[in-house]
Nanobody, 120 residues
Framework: QVQLVESGGGLVQPGGSLRLSCAASGNFFSIEHMGWYRQAPGKQRELVARTTSDSSTNYGDSVKGRFTISGDVAKNTVYLQMNSLKPEDTAVYYC??????????????WGQGTLVTVSS
């Protein structure tokens, strides 16, 4: 089992920055990918940014050029640097990881979510 702990959400003014952190722990063989998703009120959960164990990354169209995912999947920690924040970035941000158990079964796990509010 893998547990994800997120931190770094909060209230920020438009144009400001925030950095989210996600750390994985537990008993597993390896983590294959980690990423961030978000869900705004009344909307579906969407991809923000994702990185894999071979360091490839992909981003949602609405955050390209403003958000950067970093960290090291092999070290079980990723970060999301969010710059030039807009009110429409307001959402609950969830960390997600895909991993292999010690018996090589593939599973996915979500964090509890952290609220990001962009408002003046």
């Amino acid at each position: 089992q893998v547990q994800l702990v997120e931190s770094g959400g909060g209230l920020v003014q438009p144009g400001g920055s925030l950095r989210l952190s996600c750390a994985a722990s537990g008993n597993f063989f390896s983590i294959e990918h980690m990423g961030w998703y978000r869900q705004a009120p009344g909307k579906q959960r969407e991809l923000v940014a994702r990185t894999t164990s071979d360091s490839s990354t992909n981003y949602g169209d609405s955050v390209k050029g403003r958000f950067t995912i970093s960290g090291d999947v092999a070290k079980n920690t990723v970060y999301l640097q969010m710059n030039s924040l807009k009110p429409e970035d307001t959402a609950v941000y969830y960390c997600k990881a895909g991993y292999r158990t010690t018996s090589w079964r593939y599973l996915e796990v979500w964090g509890q979510g952290t609220l990001v509010t962009v408002s003046s």
